[in-house]
């Protein structure tokens, strides 16, 4: 097997707060091969987004970061390296597009910006070149909105603007946290389409985060499940389809999911809610609202299973 692009070990996040200390990620292990698209699904608040940001050293200074090891492309990747790669690299799509371009430049200037600072393109094709890459994520007009600036633009628009400039770089390694959240299902499918192929052309790795369960279903490779800061399952995308998953969070989590049209809000079939990430917590964080719980659950560590070579449960009674 090759080398993968990004390997993560031994990963531990917190984060200190007046109320106590938020434990946001533990022990998270992950490998992205090149050209791979890795799904990771969990409820909200289960530490999608404190993973992509712990990757893309974008933590703020009450976080408490701690790794055993973290290399991308072989090269260690530290609080130095990553800044070097990010917008290059490595790019991100935020969850909350708006927020993440600037509201005083004008969003064809901006993708001019990242195609000239990082990519290929000189100066003066840059401005073809930033409307061709609007028309890819089918911008109506894009001549047009080249000279808009954010705040003229609706919350889908400037989410396909975020998409296009983090395309435009050519990113070894995408994270892209809910990109389609709050596009319609045309250009949801579009922008996808688009994702895929070129993660399949130039062989981008892909970190899909998402609330859509068919979606990760139909777009990514692997997918893996998040509860309460821990990494509960990795699986193949067919045998999740299958419905061979042995975590009883996952477990729950796509059998509950009867329609493609389903996402993880709409899910009310999980009892509980995730337990107060701050104060003590048992080894299983799942065990609070487990049917299958044991006291020696709260035991660790806990056992991790491999049903086969790409499928791991970090469970000690696996389904
Ligand atoms: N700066 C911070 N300070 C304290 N706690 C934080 C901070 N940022 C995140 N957290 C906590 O870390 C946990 C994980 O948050 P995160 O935003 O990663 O969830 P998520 O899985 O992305 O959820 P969503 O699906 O709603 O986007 C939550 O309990 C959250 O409250
Ligand atoms: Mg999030």
Redesign the pocket.
């Known amino acids: 097997m090759r080398p993968p692009l990004l390997s993560i070990s031994g990963l531990d996040l917190d ?1 200190r ?1 007046r109320s106590g200390t ?1 434990k ?1 990620l533990e022990g998270i292990d992950l490998d992205l091969a090149r050209g791979e698209i890795l799904g990771i699904v ?10 992509s940001f712990a990757i893309m050293g974008l933590l ?1 200074g ?2 408490d970061l701690r790794v055993a090891n973290m290399t991308f492309g072989g090269m260690s990747l530290d609080a130095g390296t990553v800044a070097e790669m990010r917008g290059r690299e490595l790019s991100m799509i935020f ?1 909350s597009p708006r927020t993440a371009l600037n509201p005083i430049r004008k969003i064809g200037r901006q993708i001019e910006d990242v195609l000239v600072r990082h990519g290929p393109v000189p100066r003066r094709k840059a401005r073809a070149a930033a409307i061709a890459a609007l028309a890819q994520v089918r911008i109506p007009d894009p001549e047009r909105r080249y000279d808009a600036y954010p705040f003229e633009l609706s919350g889908g628009m400037c989410q396909r603007v975020m998409i296009a400039m983090a395309l435009a770089c050519n990113p070894t390694m995408l994270i892209a946290d ?1 990109p389609t959240t709050g596009l319609d299902v045309t250009t949801q499918a579009v922008v996808m389409d688009l994702i895929r192929d070129i993660a399949r052309d130039r062989q981008m790795s892909v970190m899909l ?1 998402t ?1 859509d369960l068919a979606l990760a279903g139909e777009y990514c490779d692997r997918v893996l499940v ?1 509860h309460a ?1 821990h990494i509960v399952e990795t699986a193949g995308v067919a045998d999740i389809a299958a419905g061979d998953l042995h975590h009883p969070y996952s477990q729950r989590l796509f059998a509950a999911t009867p329609a493609s049209s389903d996402s993880l809000d709409d899910l009310a079939a999980i009892p509980g809610t995730l337990p107060d ?1 701050r104060g003590t917590l048992p080894a299983c964080r799942y065990m609070g609202r487990c049917d299958r719980a044991r006291p020696d659950c709260a035991e660790g560590p806990l056992p991790c299973h491999r049903p086969s070579a790409d499928h791991t449960v970090l469970c000690r009674y696996p389904l």
């Open positions: 984060f707060t938020v946001a969990g409820e909200s608040g289960s530490g999608k987004s404190v993973l703020d009450a976080a969850q809910e985060i609330h998040m800061g990430l």
